[in-house]
């Protein structure tokens, strides 16, 4: 046998095994893709094809081998990613508003693949995840300009799902407008109030007359459908191109700095135990009626090892001048020490919930 053919025996023995490890592989990204599904989680994880390719890597010794074997792992990894597709095919993700709103954006860019479902206000959405209609929600929690979305923030409170993942999204505002309207035709502009606050100075400084609606999606739809050129919307990019309309001027927004948080509730929570400082969790709370109950509990997350980011109080509507507290710490409230953390806190906290555990947020762009 010559060098030739005994090469060719040991590649066709090497196809083999690697078949059969395809298909393992592939089973095992089907179990992750139905684990995502149920968590509502989306196929894309950059940070863990990251830690794949860096581990494995390191396997291979030869150099010149090793870019080659990073590029095998980013196509399985790819191959993976596009059979998790398939399997979120059937995911369906609630959003309030309606298409081209900017939940309906952030809820689209997290699940590229999903089956995006519309509904008139948060409560409808959340509520649609509780009762199955829908398998997760995308609901925004606060708002970089404007602050926290309270609604939302008491749905964590007094509901049941959890939150598997915070996404950011930076809002930029435009003035769009018919096809072939110029900014100097311009009189009227329509959009969320909030979108109006946020491009105030320059509605001023034009001399325009502002005009409020339910949300900037239905802003662009209101301008589409009425068909006059001195009208225009305040809305993303994506909403004008859903509604053919033309981008007039772009970032009017005086506030560059304008991100929204999305969160994604499902009925599962992703949990483990792991300690893993690039996590967050999200705890909310009431305390015992007694002197430095809040002071107590702020004192045990600190000296259980959590920085805490954020620290609120809300008012629970049904109980007068009672509220209660909305945490968020970088660490994993699952972890040994979380537990430890959550047992002493139990010593000065009436009611306490995991609201969730999630990797640190990823920006959408």
């Known amino acids: 046998m010559d060098m030739l053919e005994s090469a060719r025996r040991a590649i066709n023995e090497i196809d083999k095994e690697m078949a059969e490890l395809f298909v393992k592989r592939m089973q095992a ?40 074997y990073v590029n095998f792992l980013q196509t399985c990894m790819d ?7 398939q399997i979120q095919n059937g995911l369906r993700v609630a959003y309030s508003g309606v298409e081209g709103a900017f939940a309906f954006i952030a809820a689209k860019r997290i699940f590229p693949d999903g089956n995006q479902c519309s509904y008139g206000d948060f409560k409808s959405a959340y509520n649609a995840v509780v009762n199955g209609e829908c398998d ?8 970089s300009y404007a602050g926290e979305v309270s609604q939302v923030i008491d749905l964590m409170f007094k509901g049941t799902l959890y939150i598997n993942g915070v996404y950011d999204l930076e809002i930029t505002q435009n003035l769009i407008g018919l096809p072939g309207a110029s900014r100097g035709d311009i009189k009227t502009v329509v959009s969320h109030p909030q979108a109006l606050m946020q491009c105030a100075e320059y509605i001023k400084k034009r001399g325009l007359k502002a005009v409020e609606a339910n949300n900037t999606a239905l802003a662009a739809k209101y301008v589409a459908e009425l068909g006059d050129k001195t009208v225009a919307a305040i809305a993303s990019e994506d909403t ?24 994604v509730f499902s009925r599962v929570e992703k949990k483990t135990e792991a300690d893993d400082s690039s996590m967050q969790s999200i705890l909310v709370f009431t305390v015992k009626n007694e002197a430095g109950a809040l ?19 809300r008012s629970m509507k ?7 507290f909305y945490v968020e710490v970088d660490g994993n409230a699952h972890s040994k020490k979380g537990q430890e953390m959550l047992k002493a806190l139990s010593s000065c906290c009436d009611r306490l919930r995991i609201v969730g555990t999630f990797a640190h947020e990823t920006d959408l762009k």
């Not at 997760?136 to 708002?143: A, F, W």
């Not at 049904?318 to 209660?324: D, G």
């Open 318 to 324: 049904k109980l007068l001048w009672q509220y209660y």
């Open 295 to 313: 002071a107590k509990a702020v004192t045990i997350i600190g000296n259980s090892g959590f920085n805490m980011r954020t620290l609120r109080s």
């Open 136 to 143: 997760c929600c995308v609901l925004p929690i606060e708002n």
């Open 240 to 263: 004008a191109a859903l509604y053919g309309l033309d981008m007039i001027e772009k970032n009017i927004n005086e506030n560059n700095n304008n991100t929204t948080r999305f969160a």
């Open 79 to 85: 191959l993976s990613k596009s059979y998790q597709s």
């Open 29 to 68: 990204s089907a179990q992750v893709g139905q684990y995502k599904l149920s968590h509502g989680l989306p196929v894309y994880d950059g940070d863990r094809e990251a830690e794949v390719i860096r581990r494995n890597s390191t396997r291979v010794e030869d150099e010149a081998l090793r870019a080659y």
